[in-house]
């Protein structure tokens, strides 16, 4: 599965969730860094990046506009502004609560070494999601949601 599919089974799994945001966002050039593409036993703990409030705007979607093709609309207009579109953490629920779902940002070389050590690394977390290759690096997002609290911690750990 690709990213805008991911994204919407993830809505589709959790009826709970009443909205999403995305952010675009403008990608930074160099993507995995020198340094880690000279490293290839770099510890996987070294490869997760975290950005927050990355983008430039938010897109707030209805959980029915979570579909592959809107995804895949949002995504193809903000490449013609040479722009990318990040799904955040944050959910809004049908009870206006507000949660989070886990996700991981590897900053590393794909390779099968390297998608060893993450897949190795969540599940030593006891995650249950799936990991995805963006072509430069790879992402990680977790099937469950998590109050603030506890994803704090998940994100400490």
């Known amino acids: 599965m690709e990213e805008p599919e991911v994204v919407a089974e993830l809505v589709a799994i959790h009826p709970e969730i009443e909205f999403v945001k995305l952010q675009e966002y403008t990608p930074h050039a160099l993507g995995v860094t020198e340094q880690i ?26 959980r029915t506009d979570v579909t592959p093709e809107k995804l895949r609309e949002l995504i193809t207009k903000a490449l013609t502004r040479g722009k990318a579109i990040v799904l955040c953490s944050k959910v809004e629920t049908i009870e206006d609560e507000v949660l ?9 070389s794909v390779s099968t070494q390297n998608l060893s050590k993450i897949r190795d690394f969540i599940k030593e977390l006891g995650e249950k999601g799936t990991i995805l290759e963006s072509g430069r690096s790879y992402h990680y997002y977790s099937f469950n949601l998590l109050s603030r609290e506890k994803w704090k911690k998940f994100m400490y750990r």
């Open 37 to 62: 593409r000279k490293e290839p036993e770099i510890s996987v703990k070294n490869m997760i990046r975290h950005h927050p409030d990355a983008g430039e705007y938010a897109i707030r979607l209805k």
């Open 100 to 108: 989070h779902i886990p996700m991981l940002d590897f900053e590393c």
